[in-house]
């Protein structure tokens, strides 16, 4: 078990672009979570996925910002018309939620983004 | 809704103590705690569990109380290699069988020889 996986570590982009992102998380986790962060500031969460249903979706999460998990496993991220706001460390976590009980969330590298 | 970390920064010297306090305004189904180091992805410490079970670290401990909706993390004897930002994580029921992980906006600590 490598963890959770995130690419590309860094991307930059032009403001007005697409970009997506990919998390692969634990194998065997069905929780996964999106958080977004900046300098000096914690995790913000974005939205989480209970295998590939979506269940929450912040409201920082503007129609720019849509995520997926088909089929339970990777998911991505996609930011259209990326603004210079965007510019931050967007984070994937997962973990295991059985009958109530689960395991802590484990984080990835995440995905630095810089919208110039 | 976030939950409110106190102190925002600590300085200790090796061998202090420190205490990192938690608290939310909604009832909490869970508290995680995590360690952040500069460009580097947060790391679990402990979680605490409503009912009293918590899972965690053998140098670090933590409590959970429920009715106030507060958590404390203990760190005793610190060394070098506790400084980081440390973040709570507090899992609240956000409806529709729905549990929402919301992050503080975390403690800076720094240990000093």
């Known amino acids: 078990d490598t963890g959770v996986s995130q690419n590309p570590r860094h991307k930059i982009t032009k403001r007005g672009q697409n970009v997506t992102f990919r998390c692969d998380p634990i194998s065997e986790h069905n929780r996964l979570y999106w958080y977004r962060q900046t300098l000096g500031q914690g995790p913000e969460f974005l939205t989480y996925?209970?295998?590939?249903?979506?269940?929450?979706k912040s409201r920082l999460l503007s129609d720019r910002f849509s995520a997926e998990r088909p089929k339970g496993s990777f998911s991505t991220l996609e930011i259209q018309r990326t603004e210079q706001g965007d510019s931050a460390m967007y984070l994937c976590?997962?973990?295991?939620?059985?009958?109530?009980?689960?395991?802590?969330?484990?984080f990835g590298q995440g995905t630095r983004l810089t919208v110039v | 809704q976030q939950p409110v970390q106190s102190p925002q920064a600590v300085i200790l010297r090796e061998g202090e103590d420190a205490v990192i306090n938690c608290s939310s305004s909604?009832?909490?189904?869970?508290v995680h705690w995590y360690r952040q180091k500069h460009g580097e992805a947060p790391v679990f410490l402990m979680i605490l569990l409503k009912g009293g079970e918590q899972k965690g670290h053998d140098k670090i401990s933590a409590s959970f109380n429920e009715k106030k909706q507060q958590s404390s993390l203990y760190l005793t004897a610190s060394q070098l290699s506790y400084s980081g930002t440390y973040f709570c994580g507090t899992e609240q029921y956000s409806g529709a069988g729905s549990y929402q992980l919301t992050f503080g906006k975390g403690t800076k600590l720094s240990v000093i020889p």
């Open positions: 996925f209970q295998n590939e249903a979506q269940l929450e």
């Open positions: 909604k009832a909490l189904y869970s």
């Open positions: 976590a997962s973990s295991l939620v059985t009958g109530g009980r689960y395991t802590e969330a484990f």
